[in-house]
């Protein structure tokens, strides 16, 4: 019987994805090292006014990238890069441009620029191939870029099941107001009226029309740790860690970056794994990975190169050997 690949709730096996297959870098090393050692990897691409687009988090957020990492990224790697973000699009401590800057300032992304790219307005770049969006309007100043390095906090997601590249460029890119709005938010229904396998299409659609308008010009690191199931954007309200960390991984495709970190976290014992996966399933997160490869975006097929020893290929499952249970 033919796998259903639509249905949201059911995760795909390496075995039964087809295609190609595309290059993901991995370390265990969770550190600034392991994170500089693993943009190298992927950086080929990234030239000329660059913008790092990260979840930079709620008002004292617990579970955010360190922020020394990314300061000794940005100052030895990227010394005249720019973090950017854009406005939320609930009621909160990103909700307006003054609110946004301060809990910047609170959270301690003070060491670099932070451009908050909708805060003089929008751009709507075009979506191809949408089933729901012909272009998505984002923050205006994304334009003014030549480079995205797509830096993400994977965890869980209320609605989303999980937060991977996908959902850090496809919500994050969306200006507050006009962009988000039309992939959360039926009309005439309720703020929060999309849900399920047509919002993880919508945000897909606004994420491949960032990649598009990037083209070779953008790369991915997700850092699998602190993996709450709670999206850094529910800030201290977040649910209790309980997910082990694992390492860090990177890839020029956004598809198998995130297909990667899946397949990391479901080779995770059972016990281990049992409240994310329960996250990603019951929110039929795995439809951002399907239609990813619906869109063209990239390979759900990867090689997996073990950065700590000497590039081996390895599995998912030799990746998360000797991983120890989460403690603060």
């Not at 190609?20 to 190298?40: C, P, W």
């Not at 617990?62 to 406005?87: C, F, G, H, S, Y």
């Not at 006009?178 to 299409?201: C, F, P, V």
Request: glycine content about 10%; hydrophobic content about 35%; overall charge negative.
């Amino acid at each position: 019987m033919a796998t259903d690949w639509t249905n949201g709730e059911h995760y795909i096996p390496f075995e039964e994805r087809d295609g190609e297959t595309s290059t993901v870098y991995f370390t265990r090393d969770l550190s600034a090292e392991g994170l500089r050692k693993l943009y190298a990897r992927v950086n080929g691409g990234i030239e000329g006014k660059v913008a790092i687009k990260l979840h930079t988090g709620e008002p004292n957020g617990p579970n955010i990238i360190p922020r020394p990492w990314v300061q000794e990224l940005i100052e030895k790697d990227l010394p005249d890069a720019t973090i950017v973000e854009t406005n939320a699009y609930y009621e909160g401590g990103r909700y307006t441009t003054e609110q946004h800057r301060e809990t910047i300032a609170t959270n301690g992304w003070t060491f670099a620029p932070v451009d908050i790219l909708d805060e003089e307005g929008t751009v709507d770049f075009p979506v191809a191939g949408g089933k729901w969006f012909d272009h998505m309007t984002m923050g205006g100043h994304l334009p003014n870029y030549d480079s995205l390095v797509v830096l993400t906090h994977f965890k869980g997601h209320a609605m989303g099941g999980f937060g991977g590249s996908n959902k850090n460029i496809g919500i994050g890119c969306a200006d507050g107001r006009i962009g988000k709005k039309a992939i959360h938010t039926r009309e005439g229904e309720g703020q929060w009226s999309i849900d399920m396998e047509e919002l993880h299409e919508r945000f897909s659609e606004s994420s491949k029309a960032t990649c598009d308008h990037f083209g070779d010009h953008i790369t991915f690191v997700n850092v699998l740790r602190n993996m709450s199931v709670s999206c850094d954007c529910e800030g201290t309200a977040a649910a209790p860690v309980v997910t082990p960390n694992i390492g860090i991984l990177a890839s020029t495709d956004i598809l198998a970056i995130d297909a990667a970190s899946i397949d990391l976290v479901y080779a995770l014992s059972e016990e281990d794994r049992h409240d994310l996966v329960e996250r990603i399933e019951t929110r039929h997160g795995h439809r951002q990975l399907s239609y990813m490869r619906e869109l063209g975006m990239g390979n759900w097929r990867y090689e997996l190169v073990d950065t700590d020893n000497s590039d081996a290929i390895i599995q998912p499952a030799q990746a998360v050997e000797g991983v120890v249970p989460f403690s603060a």
